[in-house]
């Protein structure tokens, strides 16, 4: 009995270490090219935003997103802000329908923001038909002016985030 214990003690240290294991910080791609002649909308995929509680109150911030899979297959949405909707306030989730092409497994995820009033993103969810759903984690302040985000994608293989 006296040799179970340590190895007891070790399974739940190693699974105690890999719970508290930071998740991946979004990145700048100054590099980024958007496809925007490629929505020719064959796809249907819901995005749902959810804004930080301890972002600003609002923002009145231009929005934009690109996501896509390993293969180049590109959904891009040039402005989902809507200051007049009240989207992207402080706690809240925003919906959005976006068409596009036909993705397989969503491995990248980019935001643009333009405009001074700051804006920090939570998370951010894709769904689609023929995709398993798809989060990207933010929680922290989008930089103005440059693609902002994740590629978790393996080129020529399917990856999910």
Same mark, same amino acid.
């Given at each position: 009995?006296?040799?179970?214990?340590?190895?007891?003690?070790?399974?739940?240290?190693?699974?105690?270490?890999?719970?508290?294991?930071?998740?991946?910080?979004?990145?700048?791609?100054?590099?980024?090219?958007?496809?925007? #002649?490629?929505? !020719?909308?064959?796809?249907?995929?819901?995005?749902?935003?959810? +804004?930080?509680?301890?972002?600003? +109150?609002?923002?009145? *911030?231009?929005?934009?997103?690109?996501?896509?899979?390993? @293969? !180049?297959?590109?959904?891009?949405?040039?402005?989902?802000?809507?200051?007049?909707?009240? #989207?992207?306030?402080?706690?809240?989730? *925003?919906?959005?329908?976006?068409? !596009?092409?036909?993705?397989?497994?969503?491995?990248?995820?980019?935001? @643009?923001?333009?405009?001074? *009033?700051?804006?920090?993103?939570?998370?951010?969810?894709?769904?689609?038909?023929?995709?398993?759903?798809?989060?990207?984690? @933010?929680?922290?302040?989008?930089?103005? !002016?440059?693609?902002?985000?994740?590629?978790?994608?393996?080129?020529?293989?399917?990856?999910?985030?």
């Amino acid at each position: 009995m006296m040799k179970a214990v340590p190895l007891i003690f070790i399974f739940f240290a190693i699974a105690d270490a890999k719970r508290t294991l930071p998740l991946p910080r979004p990145q700048p791609l100054e590099s980024f090219k958007v496809n925007a #002649t490629e929505n !020719g909308g064959s796809c249907s995929y819901t995005v749902s935003i959810r +804004t930080s509680c301890s972002s600003t +109150t609002y923002t009145r *911030d231009q929005i934009s997103l690109a996501f896509g899979d390993a @293969y !180049g297959n590109q959904v891009y949405a040039p402005r989902l802000d809507d200051p007049y909707s009240r #989207t992207f306030e402080r706690c809240s989730t *925003d919906t959005f329908q976006i068409k !596009g092409p036909c993705t397989y497994q969503v491995c990248y995820l980019y935001l @643009y923001k333009s405009g001074y *009033d700051g804006w920090k993103p939570e998370s951010v969810s894709v769904y689609g038909y023929y995709t398993k759903a798809a989060t990207f984690y @933010y929680n922290v302040f989008v930089p103005n !002016g440059i693609w902002y985000g994740f590629d978790f994608c393996k080129k020529g293989a399917s990856a999910s985030a």
